[in-house]
């Protein structure tokens, strides 16, 4: 039996809005992963901080993670879309390495980029909804400004309709970074959690390989 024109179009109408919808949502997380690429070229080492952050059980410079693998994701608690998305990543990262990995030193860090509503109870309320090991962090807004320009973090905000109704247009992405405190790799927001644990599982091989290496000689 033949189509008609008008059947034709009627079939092929859905699949070319699902192909444009998936587009849609592939360029926008591409997006959002080329703006969290904007970090300077200087090299990123956390043994550079001096910046002081509060969190719990308190105080915190995070050259004090040398040593350990660490995962930093910035954003902020009142953020729409990009970070419960990335918060959700971070959770599933946590319940894969407790599955698979469960004594890797990993520090996985939400660090506020709205120090202005981000008091330290509302960052820990925030993060404890995803999982109970992401450790978030904030901070006097100097010690932020520099944190932030340091590790090349956009952040702009969108003005609303009062102070403190306001919207901040800002990078995404996680940061990881090596024993030695080196950044490995800023990962892509739109990246799956078995991502960034291939990563974080191949910073530990090489680790492994290292001590090896240094063995044989």
Same mark, same amino acid.
């Given at each position: !039996?033949?189509?008609?024109q008008?059947?034709?179009?009627?079939?092929?109408?859905?699949?070319l809005?699902?192909?444009?919808?998936?587009?849609s949502? #592939?360029?926008?997380?591409?997006?959002?992963g080329?703006?969290?690429? =904007?970090?300077?070229?200087?090299?990123?080492?956390?043994?550079m901080?001096?910046e /002081?952050?509060?969190?719990?059980?308190g105080?915190?410079?995070?050259?004090?993670?040398?040593?350990?693998l660490?995962? /930093?994701?910035?954003g902020?608690?009142?953020?729409? @879309?990009?970070?419960?998305? *990335?918060?959700?990543?971070?959770?599933?990262?946590? =319940?894969?390495?407790?599955?698979?990995?469960?004594?890797?030193?990993?520090?996985?860090? #939400? /660090?506020?980029?709205?120090p =202005?509503?981000?008091d330290?109870?509302? /960052?820990?309320?925030?993060?404890?909804?995803?999982?109970?090991?992401?450790?978030?962090?904030?901070?006097?807004?100097? @010690? %932020?400004?520099?944190?932030?320009?340091? #590790? *090349?973090?956009?952040?702009?905000?969108?003005? *609303?309709?009062?102070?403190?109704?306001y919207?901040?247009?800002?990078?995404? *992405?996680?940061?990881? #970074?090596?024993?030695?405190? &080196?950044?490995?790799?800023?990962?892509?927001?739109?990246?799956?959690? &078995? !991502?960034?644990? &291939?990563t974080?599982?191949?910073?530990?091989?090489?680790?492994?390989d290292?001590?090896?290496?240094?063995?044989? %000689?």
């Amino acid at each position: !039996m033949q189509l008609t024109q008008a059947g034709r179009v009627h079939r092929i109408f859905p699949a070319l809005l699902a192909a444009l919808l998936l587009a849609s949502f #592939f360029l926008f997380g591409l997006y959002v992963g080329l703006k969290g690429q =904007q970090h300077s070229h200087t090299p990123i080492n956390l043994g550079m901080s001096t910046e /002081i952050l509060q969190g719990a059980p308190g105080s915190l410079r995070l050259r004090e993670l040398k040593g350990s693998l660490v995962v /930093i994701y910035f954003g902020y608690t009142y953020c729409p @879309d990009a970070c419960p998305v *990335g918060l959700a990543t971070l959770r599933d990262t946590l =319940q894969l390495l407790e599955a698979t990995a469960p004594r890797l030193p990993v520090h996985i860090l #939400f /660090i506020s980029i709205d120090p =202005q509503r981000d008091d330290l109870a509302r /960052i820990l309320a925030y993060t404890e909804f995803f999982h109970n090991k992401i450790k978030a962090l904030t901070g006097a807004k100097d @010690d %932020m400004d520099s944190l932030l320009q340091r #590790f *090349g973090v956009y952040a702009k905000p969108v003005p *609303g309709s009062g102070a403190n109704d306001y919207l901040l247009d800002h990078s995404t *992405g996680f940061y990881v #970074f090596d024993y030695s405190g &080196e950044l490995h790799r800023l990962v892509p927001h739109n990246a799956t959690a &078995e !991502m960034l644990i &291939e990563t974080i599982k191949a910073l530990e091989q090489r680790k492994i390989d290292h001590k090896k290496d240094v063995v044989k %000689m």
